[in-house]
Each structure stands twice: as structure tokens, then as C-alpha cells.
């Protein structure tokens, strides 16, 4: 059953449909304050942070360099504790982020 070709639904619909654009056409004066945004001390010192991260190079090309040198020279020597204290430390801070 179509209830589209009801009469009486029809005009429901047409007088919910002048509401509704009523409602939201009316522009008033309110006594509400507008909507106000505060950042605290502590973001804006995270947004200087971010800005200053993303001006960081993503790869630091002087170390870079300076392995590759040493590894030519086959002079470039890391310990496994080394390389275990570098993975551990990275865990960790993986973690905090």
C-alpha cells in the first residue's frame, strides 16, 4: 500500500516541511555567549614542539655519512650490547609516545 497518495499525509508533510524550513531560516538574538577556545600552557608548548619536530630532517645525512665511511673503512665496530641496549631503549620509548 502507497500512503504517498494519501491526501492527508501529503499535506502533513508539506506543513512539517514549512516548519522545519521556518526553523532553520530564523536568525535571532540570543543572550548566550559565543563559544570560546583556551588552550592550556602545556599545548601550546606541545604545538611548538610539533612544529619544530615536522622542520626536522627525516634522515640525519652527517651520520648517515659518517657509518658509511666507517663501514668502507671497515672500521665501523658496535657491540651486541650495544645494539641490545639501543633496542631495549627503543622499546621503551616507543611505549611512552
Do not use: C, H
Not at 47 to 58: E, G, R, W
Request: glycine residues 4%; proline residues 2%; charged residues 25%.
Amino acid at each position: 500500500m502507497k500512503i504517498t497518495n494519501n491526501l492527508n499525509i501529503t499535506n502533513a508533510m508539506k506543513v512539517y516541511k514549512k516548519t522545519i524550513k521556518n526553523e532553520v531560516g530564523k536568525v535571532g538574538s540570543t543572550n548566550q555567549p559565543l563559544d570560546q577556545l583556551q588552550l592550556s600552557t602545556r599545548a601550546k608548548e606541545f604545538q611548538v614542539a610539533i612544529s619544530a619536530f615536522k622542520n626536522l630532517p627525516d634522515v640525519r645525512e652527517a651520520k648517515v655519512n659518517e657509518i658509511k665511511a666507517k663501514l668502507e673503512q671497515s672500521s665501523y665496530n658496535v657491540s651486541g650490547q650495544e645494539i641490545a641496549e639501543s633496542i631495549i631503549k627503543g622499546i621503551f620509548v616507543n611505549k611512552e609516545v
